[in-house]
């Protein structure tokens, strides 16, 4: 363990901003889905089930962002300014690319996309009205988030705070106005959520636009820095960082096929799912916000060439993990009826059947805190994205998709059997991580001379 006291002063400034928006990020989803679930189960089932859709965007956009951490890090390390802007308008354009692209297909074929996420006309039709104004919110979204996930590789987070505030000042308070039609306005139901959803979105950008070029300090850049590359940096990107971003979209396309099964067990079972993901998305909020802290912190070692610190830091964090594990599954175990009730218009099916999946998720969420530390967290800042890619691929090709798909179509087994294939990686991948943490082929200096 390290003994440092600035080591842990250092992750908690890292994690606390990032633990704070996601807090009350994943609040503010929260009150979206209970205020939407008021309206009924098709509903909330409908927007559930777009935002199953939305999630396969974001998963591809943050994981093209997080792809710079590794970069942009150990570059960090070393001080590397100029390296580091055109990192920046690189990483800026590819997110920026990948959301109009989406937005297009969108407008194109909304129906066709939204029905590979379930086949019940009911939801479908109660999710299309959202589906295709929600889109809207995506190229605000991605440039926010593209530059965000940056600033917090060179240890500016504080624009987490401002954004956070946004967030629950617009979304909460739209969603209540324009939802149930108050201070005059019509009730407009889910078009009014996914109208809330764009609103906050541009808000948001705005606020980041203005954090990063007036407000901070730590890295002088212009709007106009935006638009320059570098050739030798996007070999690099797509060597060290793409495989981040691969890694993030095969991996929501494997939630794409993990809600395609849901969305085919009936409403119930959306509905119980979209409860139990809440719940579980609160459990692992904190351990994601300390995640983001020990990448910057690995990356910074290994841009220094100070590999012993490396290994000293990879081992604590490990520890530290474990321990975050263990409280964050009791949490989510005894909050799981309370949270529940929460979902007042749902049927008793559907809640009966949430706390039992929500025991189950807690379960798993032990051997998820402990993987995603060393993958996401160690792996990640230490350059070696490749391995996490390999894994993440042959566990959700290979294991978790057909066994869900056997479980639920073939076998025919109880809905609670398919939620835990769903998850049934989470109960060995810590393993893996493990073993490979005992080595030294994960340390990967990126940074060129």
């Known amino acids: 363990m390290v003994r440092d006291k600035s080591f842990y002063k250092t992750l908690v400034r890292l994690a606390a901003p990032a633990a704070l928006q996601g807090f009350i990020s994943l609040l503010v989803n929260q009150a979206d889905t209970v205020m939407v679930s008021s309206l009924g189960d098709a509903a909330l089932a409908g927007v559930a089930q777009s935002n199953s859709a939305t999630a396969f965007f974001t998963a591809a956009v943050s994981g093209m962002a997080s792809g710079s951490s590794v970069l942009v890090a150990q570059y960090w390390g070393r001080k ?34 939204l029905g590979r996420f379930t086949d019940n ?216 009826g309370p949270y529940a009730s929460l979902y007042g218009n749902i049927s008793d099916e559907a809640r009966r059947l949430a706390n039992t999946l929500i025991s189950i998720g807690a379960l798993t969420l032990i051997g998820t805190t402990y993987h995603a530390s060393c993958f996401i967290g160690i792996n990640r800042g230490a350059g070696d994205s490749r391995f996490v890619f390999v894994v993440d691929m042959i566990c959700g090709w290979l294991v978790v998709l057909p066994l869900s798909a056997l479980a639920a179509f073939v076998w025919r087994w109880p809905l609670p059997m398919v939620f835990l294939c769903i998850y049934i990686d989470q109960c060995f991948k810590w393993l893996i991580a493990f073993i490979r943490l005992r080595g030294n082929k994960w340390i990967r200096n990126v940074t060129r001379e």
């Open 80 to 113: 590397d300014n100029e390296r580091i802007r055109r990192i920046f308008a690189m990483v800026a354009m590819l997110c920026a690319g990948i959301a109009l692209a989406a937005v297009g297909a969108i407008q194109a074929w909304p129906r066709w996309l």
């Open 121 to 336: 006309p009911g939801v479908l039709d109660a999710g299309l009205p959202y589906f295709r104004i929600v889109a809207a919110s995506y190229l605000p979204f991605a440039l926010s988030t593209a530059l965000i996930v940056m600033l917090r590789s060179v240890e500016a987070v504080n624009v987490t705070l401002y954004t956070t505030a946004a967030a629950l000042v617009t979304n909460v308070g739209l969603n209540y106005v324009l939802i149930f039609g108050k201070l005059g306005m019509p009730a407009l139901g889910v078009t009014g959520a996914a109208l809330a959803t764009v609103i906050s979105r541009f808000i948001e950008l705005g606020i980041v636009w203005w954090y990063l070029f007036h407000k901070q300090r730590r890295l002088q850049i212009k709007p106009s820095d935006l638009t320059r590359g570098d050739a030798l940096l996007w070999r690099d990107y797509v060597k060290f960082g793409m495989p981040v971003g691969l890694g993030d979209l095969q991996w929501a396309l494997v939630g794409v096929g993990k809600a395609a099964i849901i969305g085919r067990l009936g409403s119930t079972m959306i509905v119980a799912n979209t409860v139990t993901t809440g719940l579980m998305e609160l459990g692992r909020v904190f351990s994601s916000s300390l995640t983001i802290g020990a990448c910057v912190m690995i990356g910074m070692t290994v841009g220094q060439k100070d590999y012993r610190k490396t290994r000293e830091y990879s081992n604590t964090i490990q520890v530290l993990f474990v321990f975050v594990g263990c409280v964050m599954a009791l949490m989510v175990y005894l909050l799981r």
